[in-house]
Each structure stands twice: as structure tokens, then as C-alpha cells.
């Protein structure tokens, strides 16, 4: 059965299949992939072909060999999985440690609930949340060698690029303000739109992730109510901060372009599994999602909180998809 149900009974029927649908997340993940490779050339490659080829095996073996049914590799979700699972990682991240990121992401977040359609929490956030607290230092290490086009961004073998957010909880933590921390680094719109900054594969281009985003809208693959809520509620909370005190928070643009906000706005947070069915329980779990996630940045410890956002707000969609039922789809019938 290759039918995507995504909606309490009745069901209506549509051409729309899990297969399909994961095609078009794919297609629109490439501007981010070519990006990430420009930039990071081979390691990037790396990284994206030991994420991929570890979630179909470990996928393919747990469904022949373990639960002994027909395998689910045609519905291209775990490919769907490795990509974004890789777009969260360094491109300095080693291959094993790829490779132990995968195995969690499927054989432990996704199989163990039964598969597609089971899982509670996004398979590829699980992944790397299990990694960012396992191999803290190399989840950190954002070193990052000449890729196939450096667009005169890079001069040395190898830049040690630390991403803005970083730079930003460290320089605060130092006693420093806003205005000191930007007279010592350039934090350029322009670079975090269009090119290359420190951080995740997937983060070195907000274009390209909006590009993304456009092209699943464009094929109803996706709703805006998750994407807008996310992005609008974490843009009006950072911005009440920063007018409430610009020296010591950082402008609601600045949050929007750096870390992994836009990607986990339209990649992950939007996962039909683990999202909510209704347009009001979309509404708040996306302002959940952009409201934590700029409370970890600011008062938490790490640096980024877009992960851990989404997986607390995985957990209460049970609890939203409970008190905001879609509407039912009804006839009327003429009294005669």
C-alpha cells in the first residue's frame, strides 16, 4: 500500500502517494545539497553518501530480515531521512560518526515504532540530537577545507568557520554587547542569504532553503500554516527582545538568517508524521517550535535550539491533534 493517509476518517482519495510525496521533498532539498557541496566539495559528498546509504541498508535489513515483510525502500522516505539527516551535520563530521547518526535515526527512532507513519518523533532530529550529545566536539567542529566554488569567501586550505549564533551565546557570556561582538564580526545578510556560513551543511544558504520551501508549496506537498507560524513567532519574540534590550540580544533578521531555523521550519518541523492534522493545531505547534527555540538560544546553554524544539513539540502533537480535529467533510442533503 502506497497510499499516504495523513487525516482522521472519512478519507478522501487522492493520486497524492508517499512515494510522490517524498520525490518532491527531495527535489526541493537539492538547492540546499548543491549549495553544501559547493562550499564544502568533497566532504560534504562524504557526508551525504554514508548518511544516505546507512539509512537504506539499515532500513532495508530491519524490514527483510527482522520484521520479515516486503521492504519499504521504494516509498523513498529513508533517503528523505539521510539527506536531511546529513544537512544537519558538519562537513567535518568522520564517517562513522555519520554512519552511528543513521543507525539511531532509523533501526531506533523510526523502525522500532513499526515504520513509516509510526514514528513519534522526526527520525533525522533524533539522529542528530543523539549525536550533539554524544560527540559534542565534533558536532561542533565546523572546519570546513575549499569546496568546487568559494566565491572568494575562503583564501586558506581550511577555515575554521564559527557560526554566528556561537560567536554571539560566547561573546555575551564574555560580558561583550551586540554592538562589540558585530564590530568584531561581519555578520552579513547578504553571506547568510546567498552564501557560505559556519554551521550545518544545510544552513549555508537561506536562499536555497526558501527556495525549497517555495517549491513545496507550489506543489501543495506542504501547508504554509507550519513554515509561517514558525518563522513569524520566532521573527515577533526575538524582536521583542531585541527592542527590549539591542545590546544584549540579537535582531530578530539575525535569528532568522543563522542556524538552522528556516531549514528546520520547512524540512523538519513540517513532517507529516510528526505534525499536527488540523490548521490550529499547525498554528501552535509552529509557534511552539519558533517560541523555544529562540528561548534556548537566548537563556539555554547551546548555542542553537531549533532541534530540540521540534522534538518537544513532536511529543505534544498527540495532545493537538486530540483538541483540534480536522473538520469533517460533510453532504447535504435537501430537505424535500
Request: proline residues 5%.
Amino acid at each position: 500500500m502506497d497510499q499516504l493517509l495523513i487525516s482522521p476518517a472519512p478519507h478522501l482519495h487522492s493520486k497524492d502517494s508517499t512515494r510522490r510525496l517524498m520525490r518532491d521533498v527531495i527535489i526541493a532539498l537539492i538547492p540546499s545539497v548543491l549549495v553544501s557541496i559547493s562550499f564544502a566539495g568533497l566532504e560534504a559528498l562524504l557526508v551525504l553518501s554514508v548518511s544516505v546509504a546507512t539509512c537504506v541498508s539499515v532500513e532495508f535489513l530491519i524490514t527483510r530480515f527482522l520484521m520479515r515483510r516486503k521492504t519499504t525502500l521504494g516509498d523513498l522516505s529513508a533517503v528523505v531521512t539521510g539527506v536531511i539527516l546529513a544537512l544537519n551535520l558538519p562537513a567535518s563530521s568522520p564517517w562513522w560518526m555519520v554512519l552511528i547518526g543513521a543507525v539511531i535515526a532509523i533501526g531506533v527512532a523510526k523502525m522500532t515504532f513499526g515504520g513509516l507513519g509510526h514514528n513519534l518523533f522526526n527520525p533525522a532530529l533524533v539522529g542528530r540530537v543523539f549525536l550533539l550529545i554524544s560527540f559534542p566536539v565534533q558536532m561542533t567542529n565546523w572546519t570546513v577545507k575549499n569546496g568546487f566554488f568559494s566565491f572568494g569567501y575562503k583564501t586558506a586550505d581550511a577555515v575554521s568557520g564559527a557560526t554566528p549564533l556561537g560567536i554571539i551565546k560566547e561573546g555575551l557570556a564574555s560580558g561583550m554587547t551586540m554592538e562589540q561582538i558585530s564590530e568584531l564580526h561581519d555578520f552579513s545578510y547578504l553571506e547568510m542569504l546567498f552564501g557560505k556560513i559556519g554551521g550545518s551543511l544545510g544552513e549555508a544558504s537561506a536562499l536555497a532553503i526558501l527556495a525549497g520551501l517555495v517549491y513545496l508549496l507550489a506543489r501543495k506537498v506542504i501547508r504554509p500554516h507550519i513554515p509561517v507560524s514558525v518563522i513569524l513567532s520566532a521573527f515577533i519574540f526575538s524582536g521583542v527582545l531585541w527592542l527590549t534590550d539591542p545590546l544584549h540580544y540579537a535582531d530578530p533578521v539575525l535569528q532568522l538568517l543563522s542556524g538552522g531555523l528556516l531549514f528546520g521550519a520547512v524540512f523538519m518541523a513540517t513532517d507529516y508524521v510528526t505534525s499536527p492534522m488540523s490548521a490550529a493545531g499547525m498554528v501552535i505547534y509552529g509557534v511552539g517550535i519558533g517560541v523555544i527555540t529562540i528561548l534556548i538560544r537566548v537563556f539555554g546553554s547551546y548555542p542553537e535550539g531549533v532541534s530540540f524544539a521540534i522534538l518537544f513539540m513532536n511529543a505534544i502533537v498527540p495532545l493537538l491533534n486530540t483538541y483540534f480535529k480536522p473538520k469533517a467533510y460533510k453532504k447535504e442533503v435537501s430537505r424535500g
